[in-house]
């Protein structure tokens, strides 16, 4: 059960302790104003997110010492509980515009947030048994499709058209790393396009946002409102920021400023040479989560490091972009940097299983 032996990639592990030390004091600026309004208190946001971060990590530090082949038989089981909370959190769930959260014990579990991971998990383990099966359309790629098409339709009802996409991504990238023909996956991003494109059309806000992402300016006080304070943020950072704790955006200018926008507030204290750390950052993880996957020890370490790598980077790709107004506006934290539970313990949990492959690897 437990990996002897080994060293951790030490990379990797120290990119992730230095963006979730950073993400603690960003928190802590960025949300001491709206503490204080809420709560009477300036360190209620930080606290909570110091609680998760320390749980967290106690869950990474354990999964890099257990086996990651543990997991492989927890495949399905695990994908059935996804499901039975993806499908219960549009009952029960709670939240203001979305019903995202289950509210367990005084915190919100995101249950799409588990399904990424879990998702991730089970493609790695279905293509590593399955090998020269894959490249059959109907016996390898369909049942795999059916079950991202069942999970995203969930997430779409929530809704969360962010992690959504990030969910079909990161299998998209394990299907590729799999073997899966390049010519299947082709065909099935054209089948699934104009699926996403109704998606995206079927809610008239999503294509306000479509249309403010275009032109900002042309709704200034509505869904550009986000887009427009974000990017003064960033601008007013200059190279070297306003300094730690002076923005002026979260002062109820910007809004998520703690969590889907947090960057901005980051760009705007630290400037564009903290934003381009935070960036590099993100690069050496993913460059260490693509080393640690070539030099797995079998096929489902390579699949699962280079699904726990895509996940990760992607998502931190997507919400950089809409911060900065290359992407249309869709919520989705920045991980291990913005405030929320979820999506910091699954990141962590993902980096502990992505260092106990890194143990494991073959020099």
């Given at each position: 059960?437990?990996?002897?032996?080994?060293?951790?990639?030490?990379?990797?592990?120290?990119?992730?302790?230095?963006?979730?030390?950073?993400?603690?004091?960003?928190?802590?600026?960025?949300?001491?104003?709206?503490?204080?309004?809420?709560?009477?208190?300036?360190?209620?946001?930080?606290?909570?997110?110091?609680?998760?971060?320390?749980?967290?990590?106690?869950?990474?530090?354990?999964?890099?010492?257990?086996?990651?082949?543990?997991?492989?038989?927890?495949?399905?089981?695990?994908?059935?509980?996804?499901?039975?909370?993806?499908?219960?959190?549009?009952?029960?769930?709670?939240?203001?515009?979305?019903?995202?959260?289950?509210?367990?014990?005084?915190?919100?579990?995101?249950?799409?947030?588990?399904?990424?991971?879990?998702?991730?998990?089970?493609?790695?383990?279905?293509?590593?048994?399955?090998?020269?099966?894959?490249?059959?359309?109907?016996?390898?790629?369909?049942?795999?499709?059916?079950?991202?098409?069942?999970?995203?339709?969930?997430?779409?009802?929530?809704?969360?058209?962010?992690?959504?996409?990030?969910?079909?991504?990161?299998?998209?990238?394990?299907?590729?790393?799999?073997?899966?023909?390049?010519?299947?996956?082709?065909?099935?991003?054209?089948?699934?396009?104009?699926?996403?494109?109704?998606?995206?059309?079927?809610?008239?806000?999503?294509?306000?946002?479509?249309?403010?992402?275009?032109?900002?300016?042309?709704?200034?006080?509505?869904?550009?409102?986000?887009?427009?304070?974000?990017?003064?943020?960033?601008?007013?950072?200059?190279?070297?920021?306003?300094?730690?704790?002076?923005?002026?955006?979260?002062?109820?200018?910007?809004?998520?400023?703690?969590?889907?926008?947090?960057?901005?507030?980051?760009?705007?204290?630290?400037g564009f040479l903290g934003g381009l750390s935070v960036l590099l950052l993100y690069f050496v993880l993913a460059w260490r989560g693509l080393r640690i996957a070539m030099?797995?020890?079998?096929?489902?370490?390579?699949?699962?490091?280079?699904?726990?790598?895509?996940?990760?980077?992607?998502?931190?790709?997507?919400?950089?972009?809409?911060?900065?107004?290359?992407?249309?506006?869709?919520?989705?934290?920045?991980?291990?940097?913005?405030?929320?539970?979820?999506?910091?313990?699954?990141?962590?949990?993902?980096?502990?299983?992505?260092?106990?492959?890194?143990?494991?690897?073959?020099?």
């Amino acid at each position: 059960m437990f990996t002897k032996g080994g060293k951790i990639d030490l990379w990797a592990f120290a990119a992730v302790i230095i963006l979730l030390s950073l993400g603690l004091v960003m928190v802590f600026s960025a949300s001491s104003v709206m503490g204080l309004a809420d709560s009477g208190n300036p360190y209620y946001y930080v606290q909570r997110q110091t609680i998760l971060a320390a749980v967290g990590l106690v869950l990474m530090f354990v999964l890099m010492k257990v086996d990651y082949h543990i997991f492989k038989p927890l495949a399905l089981p695990g994908l059935f509980i996804s499901f039975a909370l993806l499908v219960a959190v549009l009952f029960i769930g709670s939240g203001t515009g979305a019903t995202r959260w289950i509210r367990i014990a005084g915190f919100n579990l995101q249950p799409s947030e588990v399904a990424k991971l879990v998702m991730v998990n089970y493609v790695a383990v279905y293509l590593s048994t399955k090998r020269e099966k894959v490249r059959k359309f109907f016996s390898g790629l369909l049942p795999i499709l059916v079950i991202t098409a069942a999970q995203f339709v969930l997430i779409m009802l929530e809704p969360d058209f962010g992690t959504g996409v990030a969910l079909i991504f990161s299998v998209l990238v394990v299907l590729f790393a799999g073997g899966v023909h390049l010519g299947q996956i082709t065909f099935v991003g054209m089948m699934a396009a104009p699926v996403m494109v109704y998606f995206l059309l079927m809610k008239e806000y999503r294509v306000r946002r479509l249309f403010a992402f275009l032109d900002p300016w042309s709704d200034p006080t509505d869904t550009g409102w986000n887009v427009i304070q974000s990017l003064l943020a960033i601008g007013s950072g200059g190279l070297f920021g306003l300094g730690l704790g002076k923005s002026k955006q979260k002062f109820s200018y910007l809004p998520e400023h703690h969590t889907d926008f947090i960057f901005a507030i980051l760009c705007e204290e630290l400037g564009f040479l903290g934003g381009l750390s935070v960036l590099l950052l993100y690069f050496v993880l993913a460059w260490r989560g693509l080393r640690i996957a070539m030099r797995a020890p079998d096929l489902y370490g390579t699949l699962l490091a280079i699904g726990i790598t895509s996940m990760i980077a992607f998502q931190a790709l997507l919400n950089i972009g809409v911060v900065t107004g290359s992407l249309p506006v869709t919520g989705i934290p920045l991980p291990f940097i913005s405030h929320g539970g979820s999506s910091l313990l699954m990141s962590l949990a993902g980096v502990g299983i992505l260092l106990n492959i890194s143990r494991q690897c073959q020099d």
